[in-house]
């Protein structure tokens, strides 16, 4: 069966098939024109493909299962994402999934354009969709599990655009975090090492691994120690650890 692995980011669409390395990305300057691309990409992988998909950047929350109202998951997550992130902004739905393989199997709560699930649902009705953090608490708890540590451990996808994070302690999720666009190295490595103090960890126990674009990770080792998810230089294969991370979750 062929592979499709997308993430949307509000202008551009990055995926890959898994064939070759390849890594494919395109602007999208019109609304209308999402499905005309997803449509292309249908020809190419087939309509019976298994399909990934996730949005870059929207604004995330967790909630412990204790915390969630019998009977209702959307009756408690919407006002703790409101607590978090205010109204949810126009155009956007909440999507909620539980996190099976962390401890205590938190649920997550995620913005979501309804432009994109319904231009993905129209083409690929089998998608599935797994948010970003969501692929990257898969990313840090697998970490975890092969390379046991005692610290926090930090999985952060940096780019241009912003700043995706998440933190661990062994398969106790810690911390979810976003940067807006026009961030700088220390605005990111503040935000762990402030979240760090704040919950008592020592920071210097701390490590992060990383994907997207390496100028934005100067001096993190000031604090962390730093290793690269990958070792692609081109700016689309940045992607491909995110890209191939969403497809483990499916």
Partial sequence: MSRLSMVWDGAWLTWT????????????TRPDMVPEV??????????GAQVVHG????????????????????????PWFGLHHGPLDKGHTLYSATLEEWKDAPQIA??????WQDAVNLVFPQARHIPLVQALM?????????????????RVDVREQGAVLVAARGEDLQ???????????????????????????????????????????????????????????????????LLESMMACA
């Fill in 138 to 154: 898969h990313d840090v708890v697998t970490w975890n599990r092969s390379a046991p540590h005692e610290g926090w451990s930090f």
């Fill in 110 to 115: 995620v913005a979501a354009s309804t432009l």
């Fill in 175 to 241: 911390w979810i975090h976003h940067l807006a666009a026009g961030l700088e190295p220390d605005d990111v490595l503040y935000a762990m090492v402030n979240a760090a103090h704040r919950s008592g960890a020592d920071v210097h126990q701390a490590r992060v691994r990383w994907s997207g674009i390496q100028a934005l990770t100067q001096g993190w080792d000031r604090f962390l120690q730093v290793e690269r998810a990958g070792d692609q230089e081109i700016q689309s294969q940045t992607w491909r650890p």
């Fill in 38 to 47: 997803l449509r292309a990409l249908r020809n190419q992988v087939g309509a």
């Fill in 17 to 28: 098939t898994f064939k070759d390395g390849d890594v494919g990305r395109r602007e999208i």
């Fill in 55 to 78: 949005e870059w950047g929207k604004p995330a929350t967790a909630m412990p299962q204790a915390l969630l109202s019998f009977g209702s998951e959307e009756a408690s997550l919407a």
